[in-house]
């Protein structure tokens, strides 16, 4: 779906900054903020839904989860937790 947002120019120079960092489209840096905000109204995530676990030396590594690649968005969805954690 199509929609038109308002937002103020630093702000829209902030995300196509980011958008270019991350080598990904304004529309996914949108998308991916809009679930992130959205998510703390989301009932908690079942433990198959949780990617990564902490190994014997105390570092995060990604699960096996048998859903084929792992792409960018899942890798800033794991950022943006370590950040929030």
């Known amino acids: 779906m199509k929609t038109t947002l308002d937002l103020p ?3 829209l ?4 900054a980011v958008a270019a960092r ?3 489209s304004m529309r996914s840096i949108m998308e ?6 959205l998510g703390e109204l ?4 079942k433990e198959r839904d949780v990617l990564t676990e902490v190994n ?3 570092f995060p590594i990604l699960k096996r989860t048998g859903r084929g ?3 960018s968005e899942m ?3 794991l950022q943006d937790q370590e950040v929030e954690d």
């Open 9 to 11: 120019d630093a702000l």
């Open 13 to 16: 120079m902030e995300v196509k």
């Open 22 to 24: 991350r080598r990904t």
């Open 32 to 37: 991916h903020a809009l679930r992130r905000e």
């Open 42 to 45: 989301a009932p908690a995530k």
């Open 56 to 58: 014997a030396y105390g």
């Open 69 to 71: 690649r792992i792409t």
């Open 75 to 77: 890798v800033y969805a």
